[in-house]
Nanobody, 122 residues
Framework: QVQLVESGGGLVQAGGSLKLSCAASGTIVSVNVMGWYRQAPGKQRELVAL???????NYADSLKGRFTIFRDNAKNTVYLQMNSLKPEDTGVYYC????????????????WGQGTQVTVSS
């Protein structure tokens, strides 16, 4: 099993910055894709950004230029640097990890963090 621990959420004024972290721990054979999703009140969960073990990234078009995803493979940790935050960025941010916890596994398992609240005030 893989456990995900998120941190870094909070309350910030519009225009401010926050950095989220998500550390994967437990029985880990390999970690492939790591990423972040978010869910605003009354809306569906949406992709924020993904990063592969090789460093390739994918962002939601609306967030390019303000958010940056990066990872530390040695620590199995993914980060999300959020700049120029807007009230519409408010929501619960979820860490998402594709990993294997057994050498016999052919496919990655998908794991979700518990979510961390980000609130941007106007």
């Amino acid at each position: 099993q893989v456990q995900l621990v998120e941190s870094g959420g909070g309350l910030v004024q519009a225009g401010g910055s926050l950095k989220l972290s998500c550390a994967a721990s437990g029985t880990i054979v390999s970690v492939n894709v790591m990423g972040w999703y978010r869910q605003a009140p009354g809306k569906q969960r949406e992709l924020v950004a993904l990063i592969t073990s090789g460093g390739n990234t994918n962002y939601a078009d609306s967030l390019k230029g303000r958010f940056t995803i990066f990872r530390d493979n040695a620590k199995n940790t993914v980060y999300l640097q959020m700049n120029s935050l807007k009230p519409e960025d408010t929501g619960v941010y979820y860490c998402n990890v594709w990993a294997r916890d057994d050498p016999s596994q052919i496919y990655d398992h998908v794991y979700w963090g518990q979510g961390t609240q980000v609130t941007v005030s106007s």
